[in-house]
């Protein structure tokens, strides 16, 4: 069975500092890997995913996420936060062949100081 | 851009009433899930919908639950009896195509108070 665990429920940076996003995945296959954000009073959106390939994935905003096999970790980041960053994100893993439901996370919260 | 769009955005319901979700999906999309949240707790799938037909549900999906796609466009989610535990978030999802790598593309979710 597969599954995610997101460290951090709430993490606060700075405006211009490092944004690092934690997620660990357990999985019997080889996994599909999402980053989802959700601003207030909005839906899921995708902001990356890694398939296969290319373990250091770039995503929207200036986002990215490199998959690490051997921590099994795929760990968001971003260089320098901006306050429109304030959102949730949900680290999630695809199943297999078939109906490709998603497992998610818990969820974290970022905030951002001004 | 399309979006998938969900009514109500939120819904406050008596335990035991029932209640119906609605969703529309993105026009060409042929793949469609529902979600929930509870406050606090994970995303949880509840069920996948393929060709007019259910093709896996959660332990959630028990027999109050059911979902149909009636007219094409709408995909919808009826909870026939409410309980307290049913209040949460709901989702709506879909996706394009078959393989593990096809986006999901998500609503911005109901907001379900069951009183």
């Known amino acids: 069975a597969q599954s995610v665990t997101q460290l951090g429920s709430h993490v606060s940076v700075s405006e211009g500092a490092l944004v690092l996003l934690r997620c660990n995945y357990s999985s019997s296959v080889p996994p599909y890997l999402f980053w989802y954000v959700q601003y207030p009073n909005q839906g899921l959106q995708l902001l990356l995913k890694?398939?296969?390939?290319?373990?250091l994935v770039k995503g929207i905003n200036g986002f990215e996420a490199e998959f690490k096999k051997s921590e099994t970790s795929f760990h968001l980041t971003k260089p320098s936060a901006h306050m429109s960053d304030a959102a949730e994100y949900f680290c999630?893993?695809?199943?297999?062949?078939?109906?490709?439901?998603?497992?998610f996370g818990t969820g974290t919260r970022l905030t951002i100081i001004p | 851009e399309p979006e998938v769009t969900q009514t109500p955005s939120h819904q406050v319901t008596q335990m035991g009433q029932e209640v119906i979700l609605r969703c529309v999906p993105i026009s060409n999309h042929l793949y469609f899930y529902w979600y929930r949240q509870i406050l606090g707790q994970k995303v949880e799938f509840l069920v996948s919908?393929?060709?007019?037909?259910?093709?896996?549900k959660s332990e959630i999906f028990d027999d109050q639950f059911s979902v149909e796609r009636p007219d094409g466009s709408n995909f919808t989610l009826k909870i026939r009896s409410t309980k307290l535990e049913d209040s949460a978030m709901y989702f709506c999802?879909?996706?394009?195509?078959?393989?593990?790598?096809?986006?999901?593309?998500f609503g911005p979710g109901t907001r379900l108070l069951v009183l």
């Open positions: 999630a893993v695809s199943h297999n062949f078939g109906n490709e439901k998603l497992t």
């Open positions: 919908f393929y060709n007019n037909e259910i093709s896996e």
């Open positions: 890694y398939t296969t390939g290319a373990t």
């Open positions: 999802a879909g996706r394009r195509r078959s393989g593990r790598g096809e986006t999901q593309y």
